[in-house]
Nanobody
């Protein structure tokens, strides 16, 4: 099992920045691909970004590319999402998720943190 706890959400004006953090505990953190996934109000969950086990490879949704940066620190069991140039459409509950080696789905999820961007 992997336990994930997010923090760093809040209310910010459009154009502002936030940094989300996720701390993991349980199984070996460095074995997992980590991702941020969000759920806007009244909509389905959508992929935001993911980072490989060693941090060398990242992938972003087109909607956040160039504005968001995902990173990880395996020594601290942490994954981060730096969000810049926020827009109201970024308003959502943001979840940290983990995918084990060889797996195709994210089996471990945090409880989520709310991000609200005002216009």
């Amino acid at each position: 099992q992997v336990q994930l706890v997010e923090s760093g959400g809040g209310l910010v004006q459009a154009g502002g920045s936030l940094r989300l953090s996720c701390v993991a505990s349980g199984r070996t953190f460095s074995n997992f691909v980590m991702a941020w996934i969000r759920q806007p109000p009244g909509k389905e969950r959508e992929f935001v970004a993911r980072v490989s086990w060693n941090g060398d490879n990242t992938y972003y949704a087109d909607s956040v590319k160039g504005r968001f940066t995902i990173s990880r620190d395996n020594e601290k069991n942490m994954v981060y999402l730096q969000m810049n140039s926020l827009i109201p459409e970024d308003t959502a509950v943001y979840y940290c998720a983990a995918r084990g080696p060889g797996e195709h789905t994210y089996d471990y999820w945090g409880q989520g943190t709310q991000v609200t961007v005002s216009s």
